[in-house]
């Protein structure tokens, strides 16, 4: 399985981005996938996840500010990012079955 993230950057407070991770190895469209995410000296924090059949959690953090969604056609996964926070800052990291892959950094800074 290798999972490579990407989209991230630097962005003033209340900006978006979207992250896209893209998938192979697995059969993706059977696959649940999940956005992961650390903050500088801080733990992994899970983030959202959608499963095969499309449906979505968030965890409160990002509740309301984030929509994750998949492409099974293209085999990625998305994190649209809205009204972004310093708290928002850190490495960005796709999963699927036990794997994560390679992050991507978010710093949301003024």
């Known amino acids: 399985v290798q999972l490579q993230a990407s989209g991230g950057g630097l962005v003033q407070p209340g900006e978006s981005l979207r992250l896209s991770c893209a998938a192979s190895g697995l059969s993706f469209s059977a696959t649940a996938m999940t956005w992961v995410r650390q903050a500088p000296g801080k733990a992994f924090e899970w983030a959202s996840g959608?499963?095969?059949?499309?449906?979505?959690t968030y965890s409160d953090s990002v509740k309301d500010r984030f929509t994750i969604s998949r492409d099974n056609a293209k085999n990625t996964v998305y994190l649209q990012m809205n009204n972004l926070t310093p708290q928002d800052t850190g490495v960005y990291y796709c999963?699927?079955?036990?794997?994560r892959g390679q992050g991507t950094q978010v710093t949301v800074s003024s």
């Open positions: 999963a699927a079955r036990a794997t």
């Open positions: 959608i499963n095969a059949g499309g449906g979505i």
